[in-house]
């Protein structure tokens, strides 16, 4: 769930995920579909960017080009 570009976790945490976020701590939270073909110490700016995205937008732009959230 996000909410004001913040990100809550399963625990109910709200917070931002950062681009400095790590592609498999991603997979952790939303399944091996997420990024399949990267390696999982790509960062989450850099996949934004390999992936035709400004580094800017939000988490939920990586899930909607995955098809992992509408």
Do not use: C
């Amino acid at each position: 769930m996000t909410l004001d570009n913040r990100h809550q976790d399963k625990s109910g945490k709200i917070e931002r995920k950062k681009n400095n976020t790590r592609v498999d701590t991603l997979r952790e939270e939303y399944g091996e579909r997420f990024a399949p073909k990267f390696r999982g110490d790509m960062l989450l700016g850099t996949l934004k960017e390999r992936i035709g995205l400004d580094e800017d937008v939000s988490l939920n732009e990586v899930l909607k080009h995955y098809k992992i959230k509408k």
